[in-house]
């Protein structure tokens, strides 16, 4: 596969992520998934335009659970303190799972801005899971 800032930019944070989170590759040479602290991520890089390039974080913060006012209540308030992202529901069946998404400029990161900013992101997810399914 040919390298690209993309590409580039996943090697990275899957180097970095590896000693804090089991990372497994996709086969698209952008993806990554991994498990975090009892939570499931999906980070994509991309090149958006020549310079920017960014990683997209979605990580499910709880499955199946069900689908109620209180649930929609305890997302609003739950999302009124999140620094990073947004969180969603996946669907609006009898039951949904809860996904938090954040994506941002990561290319020009230096090494250790990179882990803080992914693993920022990655606890906030695992918090918000707490509160949600505890």
Do not use: C
Not at 25 to 46: H, K, N, P, V, Y
Not at 54 to 74: C, F, G, I, K, M
């Amino acid at each position: 596969m040919t390298a690209t800032p993309a590409t580039d930019l996943i090697d990275r944070a899957a180097g970095l992520l590896d000693g804090v989170a089991d990372v497994t590759r996709g086969d698209d040479g952008t993806s990554l998934t991994l498990a975090f602290e009892g939570t499931r991520a999906a980070i994509q890089a991309m090149t958006l335009s020549e310079g920017l390039d960014v990683l997209s974080v979605t990580q499910v913060l709880a499955w199946d659970l069900p689908n109620t006012e209180a649930l929609r209540t305890d997302i609003e308030r739950l999302s009124t303190n999140l620094s990073f992202g947004s969180i969603k529901r996946s669907s609006a069946e009898v039951t949904t799972d809860v996904l938090q998404h954040y994506t941002f400029p990561a290319g020009t990161l230096g090494d250790a801005a990179l882990l803080t900013m992914v693993h920022l992101v990655l606890s906030s997810g695992v918090e918000l899971s707490r509160q949600l399914t505890d």
